[in-house]
């Protein structure tokens, strides 16, 4: 059965990081395109950054710079990075997966992704 455990959230000052890691059971995260997405209230799920099954990278233009996206896969684990946190970074943060084959354009887009874990909330404030 195809698994993810998210963990790494928590509360933050602004300017603070944080790193999200998302470890997989049940499958290689080798071959599968992997995301990073967030939802806040009142707000529709969002991509933050992915991974193509190609290895190349996407980021929403709120995020460059300031997240990185990484995969290990001896631990079968996904990370994402966050630095320079602000207050609008405050979201419940999910990976997924997909072993769809997705332009770079939608590579991010919540809807092409099959598998999710549950979420790891950030919190954002002073």
């Known amino acids: 059965q195809l698994q993810f455990v998210e963990s790494g959230g928590g509360l933050v000052q602004p300017g603070g990081s944080l790193r999200l890691s998302c470890a997989a059971s049940?499958?290689?995260?080798?071959?599968?395109?992997i995301g990073w997405f967030r939802q806040a209230p009142g707000k529709e799920r969002e991509g933050v950054s992915c991974i193509s099954r190609g290895r190349s990278t996407n980021y929403a233009d709120s995020v460059k710079g300031r997240f990185t996206i990484s995969s290990d896969n001896a631990k079968n684990t996904v990370y994402l990075q966050m630095n320079s946190l602000k207050p609008e970074d405050t979201a419940v943060y999910y990976c997924?997966?997909?072993?769809?084959?997705?332009?770079?354009?939608?590579?991010?887009?919540?809807?092409?992704?099959?598998?999710w874990g549950q979420g790891t909330q950030v919190t954002v404030s002073s």
């Open positions: 049940g499958f290689t995260l080798d071959g599968y395109a």
């Open positions: 997924a997966a997909s072993s769809a084959v997705m332009l770079f354009q939608t590579m991010c887009v919540p809807g092409n992704y099959k598998y």
